[in-house]
């Protein structure tokens, strides 16, 4: 095996900030029989983490326990779904987790995708893919959906000053537009919510 090959694949999932990557991503590294020897190798030697199939990780170490740790399971998941060519969202408890407007972690991992529905094991964590329609797939962007499902779980009631302005400081202008094109597809008492955030309202 060249060691050009392995230095390569360091480098690509080094870049990454120790985040997932796929065997796809990797292509550019060399030949892919070459490139399966590499992470092999690099997993066998501990260097690299393999977190599924077809998916690997620079090792984290975590300051709690003072040992290797994977990625989050949110990370391996969007790289998981973006290696099969599909979309997913992650549903209500924890959407709201991820934009910070719950501080309780769900005791279920939930994601809605356009594919089929399925349970998911990486590692330790369990996620639950469940298929869903238009609805709510449809939702275009990359927090709109996530934002959709964080208000819906949280409901007209949960609707406080404070959940605007946390979202309104939270989500950047770029954002901001996606949500605007988004509009249409929301629940009338969620479009006055997403007008507020639009506009960047923090009081």
């Not at 170490?61 to 998941?77: F, G, R």
């Not at 998981?80 to 408890?93: D, E, H, S, T, Y």
Request: charged share 25%; with cysteine; net charge positive.
């Amino acid at each position: 095996m060249r060691i050009s090959v392995i230095y390569k694949v360091v480098a690509r999932i080094r870049a990454r900030d120790g985040g997932v990557v796929s065997v796809s991503d990797l292509t550019d590294a060399g030949p892919r029989a070459t490139v399966d020897k590499a992470l092999s190798r690099l997993v066998k030697q501990g260097k690299v983490l393999r977190v599924r199939r077809g998916l690997y990780a620079w090792p984290r170490k975590s300051t709690l326990l003072n040992q290797t740790a994977p990625p989050p399971p949110d990370e391996m998941v969007c790289v998981w779904a973006r290696k099969n060519g599909l979309k997913i969202v992650p549903a209500g408890a924890l959407a709201a987790n991820l934009l910070g407007l719950s501080t309780q972690v769900p005791a279920r991992l939930v994601y809605y995708t356009n594919g089929r529905s399925k349970t998911l094991t990486f590692g330790s964590h369990t996620v639950k893919l469940l298929n869903r329609g238009p609805k709510i797939m449809d939702v275009r962007g990359r927090i709109s959906p996530m934002v959709f499902q964080a208000l819906r779980y949280l409901g007209k009631n949960g609707m406080t000053q404070q959940v605007v302005s946390h979202l309104s400081k939270l989500i950047p202008a770029k954002d901001r537009k996606e949500l605007k094109r988004n509009l249409p597809r929301a629940s009338a008492w969620m479009k006055p919510v997403l007008e507020k955030i639009i506009e960047g309202r923090r009081n």
